[in-house]
């Protein structure tokens, strides 16, 4: 679950929109919650505490076999920021988006992790929609969000 303090925004193609907004359009609804809703862990996967491996339930049940909601990117809250940890997030930022492509939504996505400052990861996607329209959504506080402050 995402909680946090302070109102969160995303830049979409330069320009910020607050996700309480009830005006976002259609495909930025969809990257936010793919992005931050949590995809229930592999059975691989090493948890950050416990043993709940989180996710959807309604994912049991999916219309398509395989479907899932969400990203893994909850996974890392508790890890430090490290080169490995940044790969972790676009590895799990692109599973997340697939389905994009898979459904034909976008012919393409393009994801970008980097570092901001000592304790800040923002993460951002560019969309390339079938009709050839491009679209740039950048989440520049996405630590916070993964980490509930």
Not at 9 to 25: M, N
Not at 65 to 94: C, F, H, N, V
Request: charged share 25%.
């Amino acid at each position: 679950m995402l909680i946090s303090s302070q109102p969160l925004s995303i830049v979409i193609d330069g320009e910020t929109v607050e996700l309480v907004q009830s005006g976002l359009d259609p495909l930025a609804r969809a990257v936010v919650i793919s992005l931050f809703t949590w995809r229930r862990a592999k059975p691989d996967d090493v948890l950050p505490a416990g043993d709940d491996r989180q996710g959807w339930f309604g994912d049991t049940f999916a219309a398509v076999q395989g479907d899932r909601i969400g990203s893994r990117l909850w996974l890392l809250s508790r890890e430090k920021i490290t080169p490995e940890t940044l790969a972790r997030a676009r590895e799990y930022a692109r599973e997340a988006l697939q389905w994009l492509v898979d459904d034909g939504v976008a012919s393409k996505v393009d994801v970008t992790v980097a570092r901001v400052g000592l304790y800040g990861v923002s993460i951002g996607a560019t969309i390339t929609r079938t009709d050839g329209t491009v679209r740039n959504l950048q989440f520049d506080d996405a630590w916070s969000a993964l980490n509930g402050v």
